[in-house]
Each structure stands twice: as C-alpha cells, then as structure tokens.
C-alpha cells in the first residue's frame, strides 16, 4: 500500500510543478497536514469502504444469481390387494440454470462501471472536503484579519485617547473631546472583543472538522495574485478533472450496461440438472436428466424498458452536469478576475484614505482641524483598510479555489483504491 501511495504522490508531482507550487503559499495550510485531513475525513474513508462495496458487487456478479439445487425426495407407495403392497421409495436430483453466453461478459462489464463509479466517488469526495476545508480555512482568516484591523484600529485610538487626555489636563482641549475620544476607543475595544470571538469560533471549528490541521499563531498577510484571462484553458481543465461530471459520465456508462444486461434477460437462462430414483422398493432403478426453459413473459419487456428509460435519463443528467460544470467553471473564473480588480480598487482607496487620515490627524495636533474630523478620517480610513484585506482574502480564496478545481493546487487524483482505505 505504502508503494503505492508513494507512486501516485510521485505521479502527482508534476501537476504540482505546474502551478509552481501554490500550496506552499504562506497564507494556506501546509501541504502535508491537508492531505492527512482530507485522506483522514470520515466522508472520504466512507466513499473509500464503498469501493469495497462494489468491489464485492462485481464478485457475485461474476459468480451469477444461478446455484445448485438438491432435491431430494421420500415416499411410500402402497398397491392393493398385491401381497407386500407397501414400498419405499425416494429420489435424489441436483439441477442449476445455466447462463446464457453473453450475459457474464455484460455481468462483469456491470461489475467493473460501479467499481470504477466508485473509485470516481471517492474522488469526489476528495475534492468536495478539499472545497470545504478551503472555505473554512479562509473563514478563519478572515475573522483572524478582521481581529488584526480592529487591533490596530483599537491601539490608533488609545494613542489618540492618550494625546486628547494630555491637552485636557494642560488646558488645552475640552473635555468634550477627551469623551468623544474615549467614546471611540470604547467602540473599537466593544469590536474587537466580538472580532475576537468569531476568530476563536473559527478556529474551534477549523479543529473540530479537521483534526489533522495545526493552525498557525498567525499568517502573513499575503497580497493575492491575478489570474490570467485564458477562461477557455481553465475551463478545460476543470472539465477535464471534475469528478461530478465523472461520476455523471460512469453512472450513465452503466445505466446503459445495465440496460443491455436487462434486455439480455428477456431470453431466460434455462435450468439443468439429473436425478436418482428409486421405486417399488428397489425393483426399479430411474437415472434422468430435466430440462427447465423459462417462457419469457411481459413482466420481462417491461424491465427491459425500464432499463432504457433509466440509461436515457441518465444521458440527459450527465448533460446536465456538463451544462453546469461548464457554467460553474466560467462563473468561477470570471469571478477571481473581478475579486481582484476589486481588490486592487479597494487597496488603493485605503491607501487614499489612510495618507488623509494621516494629514487630518497631523492637523488637529498642529490645531488645524478638530477631533470629530480626526475620529471621522480614521473610521473611514479603518473601514476602508478592513474592506481591502477582506477583499485581498475573497480573491485569493478564489484563486485557490480555481486552483483547486483544475487540481493545480492540491493532488486530488488519487482515485486508486488501496485495501485498507488509510491516508498516508
């Protein structure tokens, strides 16, 4: 098993190079500890078991609903007015249906679309807890950047607090503004207090989902990165490596096995088998073979177009799915394009903001301006610096997120079933 892992993390390899290792990115967990959590996740170790599941389906597939029968038989005969008219008699007699030629090769064709239906559910089952642990692990930090703004915003205010505090007492601000300045500081602390709580929820529940992920005290903030506008390239290779539509694309492979198998069922496999008899009390000796051909009937057309019926409303699903793949693909592109424009609109707004946040309160301790305008520049300037690193956060997840579904960010190929299931 060992070897095998280490075959497909080697085959994976070169995927991983050509997104120039994105999963080593410093604002993204690392690399080894999602693979355990992921692998290590109750909903892809059950997809692993059903692997199992089908693997056992295609046994007894393979080995047929036919078995032998014994048949055994004891009577007693009575023949009047004959002396001795009282005989034991019994018979013996084994007798199975035999397969129609055709029928085991669609059998086992059957057996191996839900194993390979199987294998393809498990991967997305990987891709699927890959998505969720992205989504949560960016959760966190948002809450984590939201608690780091407040902070700074809170220490800003105390600094203000300390200077407004200093010229009441030296005559020279009212003590109005020492309020107004407590007041404000007051509300940052209020917000960063709660910013604080949802941080550790986050976190606790980061945990709690993914055991395997140790999170880190802190995390770099990290600018995002733009995407190129190739939507076509990345729309293809999110087609090529999505495992819903794969899932989509093998059921419909063996609905329509399936159907073929069950129109092969309108010709009924016939049953043979020989028995022993034996007759007034031994005096006749009866050695015979049978032969049991089932006459087909109605109920076995109807299962016949049942089964088409199935195999073509499993087509029009797997349409379906292609239909939005191929739109969640675009959508999904065009998205991490516009997150980043924005992002960049909105860093450069704080970064206006902030320089006149700097000039207003430059101002007021030259006795320029007032402490409204002071309090009211540096909300705006916090306001806008919250929005930016959010934002920065919201394009980067997207990225990542695109990354992901065409499995340039994480190996999510590792469709093979080992025996045991374990991650590595």
């Known amino acids: 098993m060992k070897r095998r892992l280490l075959a497909l993390t080697l085959a994976a390899l070169p995927l ?41 389906r295609s046994r ?6 036919h078995e032998w029968t014994l048949r055994l038989m004891d009577q007693q005969r009575r023949v009047r007015p ?10 013996v007699g ?130 995002p990165s733009a995407v190129d506008d190739d939507a076509a390239g990345w729309i293809a290779a999110i087609l090529e490596h999505n495992h819903e539509l794969g899932v989509a694309r093998s059921e ?21 088998g020989v028995h022993m008899a034996r007759d007034k009390g031994s005096e006749e000796q009866v050695v015979g073979l049978s032969l049991l051909i089932p006459l087909s009937g109605a109920g076995r057309r109807a299962d016949a177009d049942a089964a088409v019926a199935n195999a ?41 903001l902030g320089k006149s946040a700097d000039l207003t309160e430059r101002a007021w301790q030259l006795g320029e301006g007032s402490l409204t305008d002071t309090l009211n520049a540096r909300r705006l300037a916090h306001e806008a610096r919250l929005a930016a690193r959010l934002a920065g956060l919201d394009a980067s997840e997207a990225r990542y997120r695109l990354l992901l579904d065409a499995h340039r960010l994480w190996p999510l190929d590792m469709d093979a079933h080992d025996d045991d299931h374990d991650h590595p």
């Open 94 to 223: 084994v007798e199975r249906a035999v397969r129609l030629p055709g029928k085991l090769d669609l059998d086992r064709q059957l057996g191996a679309a839900g194993i390979a239906s199987a294998r393809i559910a498990r991967g997305d089952a990987l891709h699927e807890t890959s998505r969720m642990l992205l989504a949560n692990w960016f959760d966190w930090l948002r809450e984590n950047a939201a608690a780091d703004q407040w902070r700074r915003q809170r220490d800003i205010l105390a600094r203000q607090a300390q200077v407004v505090q200093r010229r009441v007492e030296l005559g020279d601000a009212p003590r109005l503004e020492r309020l107004q300045a407590d007041a404000a500081l007051a509300q940052a602390e209020a917000q960063l207090a709660q910013a604080i709580g949802r941080a550790q929820v986050a976190a606790e529940s980061l945990r709690r989902l993914y055991p395997a992920l140790t999170l880190p005290p802190s995390v770099p903030e990290t600018p």
């Open 82 to 91: 004959a002396p001795a008219g009282r005989y034991n008699e019994w018979e």
């Open 16 to 56: 991983w190079a050509h997104a120039a290792n994105p999963a080593d990115a410093p604002d993204l967990p690392p690399r080894a500890q999602v693979l355990d959590a992921v692998l290590g996740s109750p909903q892809v170790r059950a997809a692993g078991s059903q692997i199992s599941v089908e693997e056992a």
């Open 252 to 272: 419909s492979a063996r609905a329509r096995i399936g159907a073929s198998r069950t129109d092969a069922e309108r010709r009924p496999d016939p049953a043979v």
């Open 60 to 65: 007894r597939l393979e080995a047929g609903n």
């Open 312 to 352: 073509e409303t499993a087509s029009w699903r797997e349409a379906g799915v292609l239909r939005k793949v191929e739109a969640e693909a675009a959508a999904l592109h065009r998205r991490a394009r516009a997150a980043w424009a924005g992002w960049q609109s909105q860093q450069a707004a704080a970064d206006a």
